[in-house]
C-alpha cells in the first residue's frame, strides 16, 4: 500500500487549505484512514480520522475547522482545514489502519508541509 499527502502550502491565519491523500490497491474502501501531524520538537499527533464505514473522529484542537472525508471511488482521503491558526503549522501525514480495532497504523505516507504564518 502506497499513500501520496499533497496540497500542503503557505498560508495566512484564518485561511484554508484542502490535503489530499491518495492510496493505492484495490481494497481502500475496506481501510480506515487517519491524518497526523509533527510539528518541529514535538511529537507526532492525532488529528482525526475517518473509518471504512464513514466514522469520523478529531482531535479536540482541531474539531469545528477540520472536517476528514474520503471518496472511495478516487481512493482518496481529505482534510479540509479552515481558520488555520499558527499553531496548526505542522508536517501532515496520512495513514492506513487495516483492522479498526489495532492500535497502531499499517502504512504511512511521506507528509505534506503545512504553515500558517500570523
Known amino acids: 500500500v502506497q499513500l501520496q499527502a499533497s496540497g500542503g502550502g503557505l498560508v495566512q491565519a484564518g485561511d484554508s487549505l484542502r490535503l489530499s491523500c491518495a492510496v493505492s490497491?484495490?481494497?481502500?474502501?475496506?481501510?480506515?484512514m487517519g491524518w497526523f501531524r509533527q510539528a518541529p520538537g514535538t511529537e507526532r499527533e492525532f488529528v482525526a480520522a475517518?473509518?471504512?464505514?464513514?466514522?469520523?473522529y478529531y482531535s479536540d484542537s482541531v474539531k469545528g475547522r477540520f472536517t476528514v472525508s474520503r471518496d472511495n471511488a478516487k481512493n482518496t482521503v481529505y482534510l479540509q482545514m479552515n481558520s488555520l491558526k499558527p499553531e496548526d503549522t505542522a508536517v501532515y501525514y496520512c495513514?492506513?489502519?487495516?483492522?479498526?480495532?489495532?492500535?497502531?497504523?499499517?502504512?504511512w505516507g511521506q507528509g505534506t508541509q503545512v504553515t500558517v504564518s500570523s
Open positions: 490497491g484495490r481494497t481502500f474502501s475496506t481501510y480506515n
Open positions: 475517518v473509518t471504512w464505514s464513514g466514522i469520523t
Open positions: 495513514a492506513v489502519k487495516r483492522e479498526i480495532r489495532a492500535r497502531e497504523y499499517d502504512y
